[in-house]
């Protein structure tokens, strides 16, 4: 089975919901973004990790705005079920964005980072750009992102990333059509590639939106990998 929840933001209480409880192994949970766990390297902070990586279960998180890159950046990168990850601890992965990864035979797409409220406001100071610019994915990044989804002949099961394509943005935010650099190139994919369901978690709501997407935050959801739709 694969599970799939919003944001958790360090909030180690949501690996006491009765559904993750259940998953056994080779069973994946999946974080769409605002990991939270990994931010300041402290001797507590690993043994947490520690912790979160030794469930039966995979624990997978693309990453989100509130990320401390520096310290995510200190884990090695490796390839795992067809494509590069972070591994941090045990069972506890990063799976970096633009990759594609097989899963209990289903295509899982993955696509972390965003636009947070903090590059919106354009604050100052050096520490602080190196920190959240790196949420925002380069050009590069894109690039690779397109080729990785070429070779499955743009044909995914599960697309999971942090930020929503533009359209479905907008219809959560009546009326705002400010599209960020990644809003647009996700309304790419949403445009070009056949997938099955759709996970985000950036709005901090739990809300299917038919015929085939779901943003979420503190409820985990069974994947649907249907490419027909919901």
């Given amino acids: 089975m694969i599970l799939i929840t919003g944001d958790t933001h360090g909030d180690i209480s949501r690996f006491k919901n009765p559904l993750i409880k259940k998953l056994k192994k080779n069973d ?10 990994i931010w300041n390297g402290s001797k507590k902070e690993k043994k947490l990790l520690k912790w979160i990586g030794k469930r039966r279960y995979n624990v997978l998180f693309v990453e989100g705005v509130h990320e401390n890159y520096d310290e995510l950046e200190k884990y090695e990168t490796e390839y795992w079920c067809g ?6 601890s045990g069972n506890l992965r990063q799976l970096i964005r633009g990759n594609v990864f097989d899963l209990l035979d289903r295509r899982v797409f993955a696509f972390g980072g965003g636009r947070s409220e903090e590059n919106d406001s354009y604050l100052e100071g050096e520490d602080t750009e190196k ?29 999971v990333s942090y930020e929503p394509p533009a359209s479905i943005s907008e219809f959560i935010c009546l009326g705002k059509t400010d599209r960020s650099h990644i809003n647009t190139y996700l309304e790419h994919i949403r445009e070009t590639v056949d997938f099955g369901g759709w996970y985000f978690g950036r709005h901090h709501i739990n809300k299917r939106i038919p015929p085939k997407y779901y943003a979420l935050f503190d409820e985990a959801v069974p994947a649907d990998s249907n490419r027909k739709g919901v």
């Fill in 28 to 37: 994946s949970l999946i974080i769409c973004g605002d990991f939270g766990f």
């Fill in 83 to 88: 494509g590069l990850t972070r591994k941090i």
């Fill in 131 to 159: 920190r959240w610019l790196r949420e925002i994915p380069t050009d590069e990044e894109l690039k690779k992102s397109d080729e990785a989804l070429k070779q499955f002949g743009n044909k995914v099961d599960i697309v």
